[in-house]
Structure formats: C-alpha cells, structure tokens
C-alpha cells in the first residue's frame, strides 16, 4: 500500500529502530513506548487489520507469534513474562491500518486493561 506508514517502516522509506526482520515479519520500537519494552511486530505484506485474515494469509499469524517467541528470547523479557496486544478496528483503539501486535515488557501489566 502506497500510503500505509507500517508499509514505509517495513520497506526502509520511514527510519524505524528495527529489533528484528526476516522474509514475512519486520518488528521495531514503538514511537510512544507504553512500557520499558515496547515493541511492534507486523506482516511485511499489507494486511489492514486482524478483520483482513483469512484462510490464504492467516499462516502470517504464525510467523508473527514465532519471532516474538525468537525476540522474547533473544532480549530476556520471556522470563518475567510479557503481553501481547492486537488492537482491531475504532473500538479496539486502532490507528495504524496496517495489523501489527504490541509486545509490552519489562514492567507488570494491569488486567483487564482500560
Ligand atoms: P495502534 O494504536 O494502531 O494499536 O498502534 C499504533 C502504534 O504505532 C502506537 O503505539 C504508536 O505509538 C505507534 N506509532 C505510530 N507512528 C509511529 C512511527 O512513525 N514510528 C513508530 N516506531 N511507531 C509509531
Ligand atoms: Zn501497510
């Protein structure tokens, strides 16, 4: 998508401080970090929101899930725990059309969030 800020991070046109990349999945710090570890996770291929899965591009999901695995690891937030966030659409508070999870660390998160 030409006009997609995510789709810029993923293709080096925005500066981003890239955590980790690989074929599918590119993954940066978030802008606004809302917790010491704030990092976003995103499909590399255009997929507006978690509305937009189905069954020719869900495995995507998986690759997400498996580098946040690999980067949980790897920075050494899995031991304390960490959340993982998809916000979907108006009411689940999205602003970048472009799916992305929030992994959130290095802090204890409240439940059920606001
Ligand atoms: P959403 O509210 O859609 O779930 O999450 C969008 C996230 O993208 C927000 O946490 C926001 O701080 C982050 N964000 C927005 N613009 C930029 C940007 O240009 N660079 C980075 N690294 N993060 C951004
Ligand atoms: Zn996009």
Redesign the pocket.
């Known amino acids: 998508m030409d006009d997609c800020?995510f789709c810029k991070?993923a293709a080096g046109d925005?500066p981003?401080?890239k955590v980790y990349e690989d074929e599918y999945v590119y993954s940066?710090?978030?802008?606004?970090p809302?917790a010491p570890t704030h990092i976003?996770f995103i499909p590399k291929q255009h997929i507006g929101s978690a509305n937009e899965l189905d069954d020719n591009n869900a495995e995507i999901i998986g690759k997400i899930f498996t580098a946040i695995s690999k980067v949980a690891k790897e920075k050494g937030f899995d031991k304390a725990g960490y959340r993982i966030v998809n916000?979907c659409g108006e009411d689940g508070?999205?602003?970048?059309g472009h799916l992305?999870f929030?992994v959130l660390a290095g802090r204890s998160l409240q439940w059920p969030p606001g």
């Open positions: 800020l991070i925005v981003s401080n940066f710090l978030d802008i606004d809302k976003i916000n508070g999205q602003t970048v992305h929030h």
